[in-house]
Nanobody, 126 residues
Framework: QVQVVESGGGLVQAGGSLRLSCTAS????????MGWFRQAPGKEREGVSC????????YYTDSVKGRFTISRDNGKNTLYLQMNSLKPEDTAMYYC???????????????????WGQGTQVTVSS
């Protein structure tokens, strides 16, 4: 199994940027597709982005396309989410997740992911 820990959240003004990180340990990182999910108070969990195990395939939900960029550094066992042009509706707890034994692609379907982090809070004001 793999353990994942998120970091990098915080409070920013609309239009600002944050970079989230997710560091994995415990197993071979490049055997896992990785995803970012978020959940705002009173709302269901939403898939944001995912990246295949090699980094060759990425997916973004429509609301973040052109603003967010997912990447991974397999040498550092780390996943990133660069968030630019942040909007108040991006406010949520952001979770990193790992999909065991994934193929060459990925999907932001929560049931596919085996391991989850504890989350990092992103708050966008105004």
């Amino acid at each position: 199994q793999v353990q994942v820990v998120e970091s990098g959240g915080g409070l920013v003004q609309a239009g600002g940027s944050l970079r989230l990180s997710c560091t994995a340990s415990g197993s071979a990182f490049d055997n896992y597709a990785m995803g970012w999910f978020r959940q705002a108070p009173g709302k269901e969990r939403e898939g944001v982005s995912c990246i295949s195990r090699s980094g060759g395939f990425t997916y973004y939900t429509d609301s973040v396309k052109g603003r967010f960029t997912i990447s991974r550094d397999n040498g550092k066992n780390t996943l990133y989410l660069q968030m630019n042009s942040l909007k108040p509706e991006d406010t949520a707890m952001y979770y990193c997740a790992a999909e065991r034994d994934s193929g060459p692609w990925c999907y932001v379907a929560g049931f596919k992911y085996n391991y989850w982090g504890q989350g990092t809070q992103v708050t966008v004001s105004s």
